[in-house]
Nanobody, 130 residues
Framework: VQLQASGGGLVQPGGSLRLSCATT????????IGWFRQAPGSEREGIAA????????YYADSVRGRFTISRDDAKKTVYLQMDSLKPEDTAVYYC????????????????????????WGQGTLVTVSS
């Protein structure tokens, strides 16, 4: 499984960015894809995921209502639309694939965590600053 995140940049508070996670082959058919971020001095945080099997979606409380995850199977790409960005959203953003890939993930990762995610691609830096 190969993943590559892109789309980061500098944006003002309140602005928007869309990140892309490019995949290969039939990755989206078999693997849940998650978005993660890591700010300097902080632990990596799982913020959104989309299920391979039933397209269910998970959001962390920190981004729910501001970020939207989606997938385009024809382009083999998972997107993270980020709106109403705040300075605390500044981080390196990564995408990864869940080796277990359960269904009905709305609350799954809150309950069980992200230990099964693999195939971390290179991250993309998002800086929210005026």
């Amino acid at each position: 499984v190969q993943l590559q995140a892109s789309g980061g940049g500098l944006v003002q508070p309140g602005g928007s960015l869309r990140l892309s996670c490019a995949t290969t082959g039939r990755t989206l058919d078999y693997y849940n894809i998650g978005w993660f971020r890591q700010a300097p001095g902080s632990e990596r945080e799982g913020i959104a995921a989309i299920s391979a099997m039933d397209y269910s979606i998970y959001y962390a409380d920190s981004v729910r209502g501001r970020f939207t995850i989606s997938r385009d199977d024809a382009k083999k790409t998972v997107y993270l639309q980020m709106d109403s960005l705040k300075p605390e959203d500044t981080a390196v953003y990564y995408c990864a694939a869940d080796a277990y890939s359960p269904r009905e993930i709305q609350n799954y990762y809150t309950d069980y965590g992200f230990a099964n995610f693999r195939s971390w691609g290179q991250g993309t830096l998002v800086t929210v600053s005026s």
